[in-house]
Each structure stands twice: as structure tokens, then as C-alpha cells.
């Protein structure tokens, strides 16, 4: 297996090698958790949270770094042995993570994930074309905002394509952009896939959306997930509501295609508690968070700089 101090130092040995260095303020880490993540019915501490998305950073830069064979033994050992990776960096490596594919650039990004694509779309649109789905469900609870008030920032975000929070969220997202106002163009590796699968969510797209719509949450993100040819492989239905005393409760599902094994449905719920607590943590006011001019590098309080 890759030993752990590879991974402590391959993010910023990939960053470096793209000439971005960055320096952390002293204040910075991983942030005093706001959300309550849960996965398969119990709550889940920030630190399993964490270390999950620190065995996918592990993985994606040695991707990112064209070690595709290295990249694979991180895939089933993130998988399966699942390691306790330490989270000391991981602030540090987030960060850099999402400069580093600011700095590789969309064409960059699409041709390393040329192979990928070419293998996952025939198999989604197979898969796709059965109509039967299964469900990935993670449930989070904030302390903060408003039901209204997170959809509004999360919508903004996608409209005026903040691209550094998008990919700062989980480290499986590689292009997140809006082509028009509410569809969504996805590059990602879902949870378990391995590959990495592009589509499209339109969330004006809501008829027959596969997931039960909940009365008691009156504040939705739902659509169809499609190919770009529109084939439906998939769909969201991300579901809101205040709580008494304060905050919100997010009640997140993807439906995916019922042929998928079981364990991938299971890993995607990880993948979702990482994108909604891990990169998504503003105050989300009751009102749309205010436009960043597009954000083209990541975090408040990052220096990023040529290489000397």
C-alpha cells in the first residue's frame, strides 16, 4: 500500500510542480464543525468526515499527477482498507488541491479524463436506459442559516460559476460549471466508481424524479441527471427544512441506476457528507451570498504565488 508519508507530501509536490506555492495563516484548519453528518442512519463524527475526504485527496493528486498506477492502489485502499490518514494537512492540501486544477485549466482537465469519460457514458446510458433506480442518502443537520438561505447561496454558486468553492467541496469534483442558468455540467467520480463520469443537471427538470418528495421539507434542489446526448442516468432530489431553535436540516439522496453493486451506493454517502459539510461551510445567510467575481483561486487567507 502507499505509505502514508507519500500522501502527507503529494499535494504539495504536485502544486509545486504547476509553480503554486501557498502559505495556511496560522488560524486556519479544517473549521469548528456547524453541520452534524449522517451516514447509514447514525451520526458520524467530523473527524470519519474528514478522513475521508483525506484517503480522496490521496487519490486524485497522484491522478492529477498522471501516476495512474499509484492512483489505482490509493482507489482499493481508500476502498478497502480504508486507512485512518492524519488530517493535519488537510486544510493545506484542499486548497492546493483546487489551485492545482484552477491551474491545469478545463482542456487540461478533459483530456486526462478523455479515457475515463469514453468507458463511464456508454456504461450510464446502458445502465440508464432499465429505468429502475436505487437511492445514496445522507442526512445533515446545521446549527446555522436557513433551509431557504443555503439553497439561495448554492444556486448563486452554480449560476455565477464559483468554480473554487464547487471544487473545494469534495476532491472528486474535477469541473463543476453552469453552461445556462440551472443545469449543472459534472465531471466527477462518484462514490466507489473509480472512473470518472460526466453529465448534466437541469434542475428545472423535475417530472417523475425517482425520490419521494418529503411534506415537511417545503425547499427542494431536484432534476434529472442527464448524458449530453439527454439521456437520463440519474437524478437529485436535495431536500430542506428549518428547525425549531435555529438552522436547517438537509436531507440529501441520489438516485442512481439499480444495477449499480450496493457498495457504490454506500460510498456516495460519504461523498455527499463531505460536499455539503466539508466545502460548503459559510454562514449561508437568508439571502444569496455576495458574487466573488468568480473566484479563480481558493480559500480566504491564501497567498498563492510563482514559485521562486
Not at 504547476?18 to 447514525?42: F, I, Q
Not at 483546487?98 to 478533459?110: D, F, N, S, T
Not at 450510464?124 to 442526512?139: E, P, V
Not at 473545494?168 to 440551472?182: F, M, R, T
Request: charged residues 20%; contains cysteine.
Amino acid at each position: 500500500m502507499i505509505a502514508r508519508r507519500s500522501f502527507l507530501t503529494t499535494v504539495p509536490a504536485l502544486a509545486a510542480s504547476l509553480g503554486l506555492a501557498a502559505e495556511l495563516p496560522a488560524s486556519a484548519g479544517t473549521g469548528a464543525p456547524m453541520l452534524t453528518a449522517y451516514v447509514g442512519g447514525r451520526a458520524v463524527a467530523r473527524t470519519e468526515v474528514l478522513r475521508w475526504e483525506a484517503r480522496r485527496v490521496r487519490v486524485v493528486a497522484q491522478r492529477l499527477a498522471h501516476h495512474l498506477p499509484t492512483a489505482l492502489v490509493a482507489e482499493l485502499d481508500a476502498l478497502l482498507r480504508r486507512p485512518s490518514l492524519s488530517t493535519a494537512e488537510l486544510a493545506r492540501d484542499r486548497a492546493l488541491l483546487v489551485a492545482v486544477k484552477q491551474e491545469m485549466g478545463e482542456r487540461r482537465i478533459r483530456r486526462l479524463l478523455a479515457t475515463d469519460l469514453a468507458l463511464s457514458a456508454p456504461a450510464s446510458r446502458l445502465a440508464g436506459s432499465l429505468g429502475a433506480w436505487s437511492l445514496s442518502r445522507a442526512r445533515l443537520v446545521s446549527t446555522q442559516g436557513t433551509a431557504q438561505g443555503f439553497v439561495d447561496w448554492f444556486v448563486a454558486r452554480g449560476d455565477r460559476n464559483d468554480e473554487a468553492t464547487l471544487l473545494e467541496a469534495c476532491p472528486d469534483h474535477y469541473l463543476l460549471h453552469s453552461p445556462q442558468p440551472g443545469v449543472q455540467e459534472v465531471i466527477e467520480v462518484t462514490g466507489g466508481a473509480v472512473l470518472a463520469s460526466r453529465f448534466l443537471i437541469d434542475y428545472a427538470d423535475r417530472t417523475d424524479v425517482p425520490v419521494t418528495r418529503d411534506a415537511d421539507c417545503p425547499v427542494e434542489l431536484a432534476g434529472w441527471a442527464t448524458t449530453g446526448d439527454g439521456r437520463r442516468i440519474g437524478a437529485v432530489r436535495h431536500q430542506f427544512r428549518d428547525v425549531p431553535g435555529g438552522g436547517f436540516e438537509a436531507r440529501l439522496a441520489i438516485a442512481f441506476p439499480s444495477t449499480l453493486p450496493p457498495w457504490m451506493l454506500t460510498e456516495h454517502r460519504w461523498h455527499l457528507a463531505c460536499e455539503f459539510s466539508t466545502g460548503w461551510r459559510p454562514t449561508w445567510p437568508s439571502r444569496p451570498a455576495p458574487d466573488r467575481g468568480g473566484c479563480r483561486r481558493p480559500g480566504v487567507g491564501w497567498r498563492l504565488h510563482p514559485r521562486s
